[in-house]
T-cell receptor
Framework: GENVEQHPSTLSVQEGDSAVIKCTYS??????FPWYKQELGKGPQLIID?????GEKKDQRIAVTLNKTAKHFSLHITETQPEDSAVYFC????????????FGAGTQVVVTP | EAQVTQNPRYLITVTGKKLTVTCSQN?????MSWYRQDPGLGLRQIYY???????DKGDVPEGYKVSRKEKRNFPLILESPSPNQTSLYFC????????????FGDGTRLSIL
């Protein structure tokens, strides 16, 4: 089955700097890669996703890149703000296992003013 | 408002006392799923359901049961809870369209003494 590894487990950045979180996956059949943000006391919320036919996707300060050959994808947050502090999860799934998301272990991001 | 609602949000109980965590969604989603979240392990899938009366095991199904008698509801049942089931539980739902994003509830924190 799919295995998703996520690094780093914690990330501390100065406000205004960029943050990068990296994930690798094992199943070459995976074709959908969402990123979720989880704030304290809340469920994960989708912030951006990418499908295997696209190499990069951007939404304001957030971008995701995908390298299918190397089986890794990354989340980039530019101009970080205190409200970006949260736990971020990457995930992967394939069309053969529709809806069966495999999550990474999560990254605690702390943005210091 | 589109949402996934879990109840209860918090529960402290004792070993062996049957409990049910309810999950309801108002988005007419076909797919529903239960996850547990433990520190350092991310979210692990317990059970999922592709539609009414269709359920299947996820990665960590032992000690849990589910049912899907109605499209909007997907209760999680712990017949004989044990301390190792102390965890944060999330219900999620999504459309049957290819790899549509999953919407999560706000979680249920279970403590089994």
């Amino acid at each position: 089955g799919e295995n998703v590894e996520q690094h780093p487990s914690t990330l501390s950045v100065q406000e205004g700097d960029s943050a990068v979180i990296k994930c690798t996956y094992s199943d070459s059949a995976s074709n959908y890669f969402p990123w979720y943000k989880q704030e304290l006391g809340k469920g994960p919320q989708l912030i951006i996703d990418i499908r295997s036919n696209v190499g990069e996707k951007k939404d304001q300060r957030i971008a995701v890149t995908l390298n299918k050959t190397a089986k890794h994808f990354s989340l980039h947050i530019t101009e970080t703000q205190p409200e970006d502090s949260a736990v971020y999860f990457c995930a992967a799934s394939s069309i053969d296992s529709w809806g069966k998301l495999q999550f990474g272990a999560g990254t605690q991001v702390v943005v210091t003013p | 408002e589109a949402q996934v609602t879990q109840n209860p949000r918090y529960l402290i109980t004792v070993t062996g006392k049957k409990l049910t965590v309810t999950c309801s969604q108002n988005m007419n989603h076909e797919y529903m799923s239960w996850y547990r979240q433990d520190p350092g392990l991310g979210l692990r899938q317990i059970y999922y359901s592709m539609n009414v009366e269709v359920t299947d095991k996820g990665d960590v199904p032992e000690g849990y049961k589910v049912s899907r008698k109605e499209k909007r509801n997907f209760p999680l049942i712990l017949e004989s809870p044990s301390p190792n089931q102390t965890s944060l539980y999330f219900c999620a739902s999504s459309s049957a369209d290819d790899n549509q994003p999953q919407h999560f509830g706000d979680g249920t924190r279970l403590s089994i003494l």
